[in-house]
């Protein structure tokens, strides 16, 4: 079981990211979800996206963040717009097969190893 995650970046505040995180085949019927941790804080939630597509989105990633998977090429992206400072953090892609709680990182039985993200003003 395996989830790679890529496309993090330092850019300036307003700038675009896409985030990828491609997963092995084991893992095709689960929702995939990014979640991102900042130094001295604990892991948040930022989006999730089900096997069937639907989505789930942490307050502040509304309407700045998009999130969407290509089961054909076991990715998931997540599109990151009007980026701010304080997005700032290591970003990690994680799965699980099944959760009524999607915002909760307990949930989630696998990881990949993080992207970091830098955001300046």
Known sequence: VQLQASGGGSVQAGE??????????????????WFRQAPGKEREFVAAITYRGGTYYEDFAKGRFTISRD??????YLQMNVLK?????????????IT???WSALEYDYWGQGTQVTVSS
């Open 16 to 33: 675009s990211l896409k985030l990828s995180c491609v997963w092995s085949r084991s893992l095709d019927y689960h929702a995939i979800a």
């Open 71 to 76: 089961n054909a090429k076991n990715t998931v």
């Open 85 to 97: 400072p304080e997005d700032t953090a290591v970003y990690y892609c994680g799965a699980v097969k």
């Open 100 to 102: 009524p709680d999607y």
